[in-house]
C-alpha cells in the first residue's frame, strides 16, 4: 500500500528513480486516495519510462542476463590467474635476491669513482 502523498511524487517526475528502485517489478502497489478510497494497484510497463529518466540523468542502461556458468568460468580463470602471479612473484623475488648483491656492489663502485 502506498500513499497517496507517494504516489503523487511519484508522479512528478525526478522521483521516479526513486519510486521505481522501491517498487521492484512491474506492478504499481495500490493506494489510498485523498479521499480515503482505496485505488487497486494494476500492472505497469516501467522499463521505458525508466529509461528516459536515466538517460535524462546521464545514466546509460543495459541489459543484463545472469548467466551462472559465465561466474564459474570467470572464478576459476581468476583463480587460475592467481596461481600463476604468485608463481611469477617468486621468481622476481629469487632473482632479486640473487642479482641485489651485483647491483649494490656496482653502485658503491660507481660512488667511488665518482668522489
Known amino acids: 500500500v502506498v500513499p497517496g502523498s507517494a504516489r503523487k511524487l511519484h508522479q512528478e517526475g ?3 528513480l526513486y519510486a521505481v528502485t522501491i517498487l521492484r517489478g ?3 502497489a495500490g493506494y489510498y486516495d485523498e479521499d480515503g478510497q ?3 494497484g494494476a500492472f505497469s510497463d516501467f ?3 525508466f529509461r528516459n529518466v536515466a538517460r535524462e540523468n ?3 542502461m543495459r541489459e543484463f542476463n ?3 556458468n559465465v ?3 570467470a572464478a576459476e580463470a581468476r583463480a587460475q590467474l592467481e596461481v600463476e602471479v604468485n608463481h611469477l612473484k617468486g621468481g622476481l623475488v629469487r632473482w632479486c ?3 641485489f648483491g651485483e647491483a649494490f656492489v656496482a653502485w658503491i663502485h660507481l660512488k667511488a669513482i665518482r668522489m
Do not use: K, L, M, S
Open 14 to 16: 525526478e522521483t521516479i
Open 97 to 99: 635476491r640473487a642479482h
Open 58 to 60: 546521464r545514466i546509460i
Open 71 to 73: 561466474v564459474q568460468n
Open 26 to 28: 512491474q506492478y504499481t
Open 66 to 68: 545472469f548467466d551462472p
Open 38 to 40: 482505496f485505488q487497486q
Open 47 to 49: 522499463v521505458e519510462n
